[in-house]
C-alpha cells in the first residue's frame, strides 16, 4: 500500500487495486484448486473465452515443477475479468471445481505467512 499525507494520523493509504484502476483497467485473477493436470495453456483458453489475457501462470514447487494447485491470469479489460470470475467460480474443470477471485496484493506489512501445520 502507497501512503500519502503530512502527519502519520492524517496518511490514506491507496490499495495496489486503486493504484491499477487508474493507470488501466486491468485485473489480476486468483484461481484455486486447479487440477495437476491442467496447463497454462489450459488455463488461458478457459479464460479467453471470456475475452483477451495478458497472462496466464500456474505456480510451481521449484525443485519437482510440480503445480501447486493455484494460479494466477491477468486479464486488460475489467469488464471481462468480472465475468469471467462470475462465470468459473466453482466451475468443475478437469474434475475439480474452481476457485476463482480477484487475486489480493502480497500483504508487506506484519510478519510473514507461515505454513499450517
Known amino acids: 500500500m502507497a501512503k500519502i499525507g503530512k502527519q502519520p494520523w492524517q496518511e490514506m493509504k491507496i490499495s495496489v487495486r486503486d493504484q491499477q484502476e487508474r493507470k488501466d483497467d486491468s485485473m489480476n485473477i486468483y484461481v484455486g484448486n486447479l487440477s495437476f493436470q491442467m496447463t497454462e495453456e489450459d488455463l488461458r483458453t478457459e479464460f479467453e473465452k471470456f475475452g483477451k489475457v495478458s497472462k496466464a501462470s500456474i ?59
Do not use: H
Open 59 to 117: 505456480i510451481k514447487y521449484k525443485l519437482s515443477g510440480r503445480s501447486k494447485g493455484f494460479g494466477f491470469v491477468e486479464m486488460p479489460n475489467l469488464e471481462e475479468a468480472e465475468a469471467a470470475i462470475k462465470k468459473l467460480d466453482g466451475t468443475p474443470i478437469k474434475g475439480r471445481n474452481l476457485k476463482v477471485n480477484e487475486a489480493r496484493p502480497r500483504d508487506s506489512e506484519g510478519p510473514p505467512r507461515q505454513a499450517k501445520r
